[in-house]
């Protein structure tokens, strides 16, 4: 038989045919240096010394599309490995670390042999080595689904760290992770290796990488260990169907690092979450979903803003529109059973999520997935005997994409001898008066307090608004009606409106004519659901924004 390799692919050509319905078994061996580069945050297989201890460590990282590097694979998220050994012979001096248990250490003279057998689903890419002097330090957590029994954290660190005194707030940080993972079970649903273990072992690289069972780090902060104990669930229980669907993975991982803020740190919840959402709004567009080559560049796939912040932080704001913890956390917990060992989608997601809550997220994904952008609220209040009007205008960043974010918002109002009280209503035009009766005297309100929704807000006091104040200052003679209606509109009392264009819920545009004798306008043609239209006068200034429902 001969052996051809080109890429990852090998072809094999037999001494003589196979007769059909034939089983045979092949083994492939790899020799030599493993290459480096290729479309990963790591190189796949490689070797160097920490800079801070100065420790030779070998350790992989695959991560997206190179462990072919260094072992046979298809290298196809959606073909998970029922089990997987991984044996390893070093100097006796080091240890090993991998996936599942360690099951023998055998010595071989002045080397030994390290014997890990995992017998859980497993991705190709989360296939995991790290060899170096390392000294075990364990832990154990106690989740409220083992009431007699732990599991371990199995931590390999290397041999002159762990009992050194510039180690020891990383050792604090370390001691944490029981409590992490007895939060995060109670969360997302029991740990789903809890018969393995979970662990780390160091390797000279900045962040983490979530390989199954036992992350491999550089150094130990409380947000990446929290965020890389997250992927145990959200990454390796259930993966990412492709690397478009990224946001299965990294987006629950960066939404896991803002529910042990607020449940476990509560002092850095708002101000992680407000750097999260500034970090969004550094630039205008940009969304969470993406396709064709990106999905496989590697800087694409694991943009901070887009990939980690922004998807993170819309799984935050999914949360309040759920408006049911109980609902949205047994969401989680059955999208957890319903895909584990397998691999999932965001339209899985969202067809699940719907299927469980009863609630339509099509409007939520259209704007905060698919869509580009973010909504800016320009918000005054003004008080006049017991009712208090606030007037809300949205712009957004990027209203080619998304003109306007439908979305439930909150306005904390603060009263001069009263509780502060919050409110929560329905942004679904560009300009929406809200009244409230209440009492006091209004010293502020705030937009958006609990930082729910990624947004820019100004907010001030104007004494000149009242309850019959209309948009833009011309709606009181301009009106579109029927609506709802079956797609013919009317613009009735018309006087300054001369072209319109209206766009779809994705922010396409889908038709656009001027006003000249005629104000019908129908869109029979395009399916039921929510449009926008925009209405320009004659110096092609905007003197109207409203949804359209077509029914």
Known sequence: MSAIRKDSAIKIGLASPLASGSQFTVQIYYHGTAPVGGSAIGSGFSNGTSGSWGNQVTWSLSESLAAYHWWPCKQILTDKIDSNWVFVTTDSANKVGSNGLLKNTVLLGNKKRFEWYNNRMIDYYLISVAIAKYKEYNLYAKPLYL??????????IYDNALNSPSFASQKTILNQMPQVLEFESKMYGMYPFYKQKYGHCMAPFGGGMEHQTM???????YYVDAHELGHQWFGDNVTCKSWGDIWINEGFAAYTEHLVAQYLDAANFQP???AAHNNVMSAPDGSVYFTGHDTVDANRIFDSRLTYDKGGSIIHTLRFVTNNDSTWFNCLRGFQNTYQNSTASAIDFQNFYQSFTGINPTQFFSQWYYGEGYPSFNVKYAKTGNTLYIK????????SSVPLFITPIEYKISRTGFADTTVRVTHSLTTHIYTFTIAGAITNVICDPNNWIINQAAVALDNSITGNEEMFHVDNLINISPNPSKGKFFIKNNTEAVKYIIYDILGKQISSDFLINENQINIDEYSNGIYFITLFNKNNNIILKQKLIKE
């Open 147 to 156: 009431p007699n029994d732990s599991i371990l954290i199995q931590n390999y």
């Open 392 to 399: 809300s205008t949205q712009s957004t960043s990027k209203p």
């Open 272 to 274: 992680n979450l407000a």
């Open 215 to 221: 992350t491999s780090l550089g150094f130990f902060d």
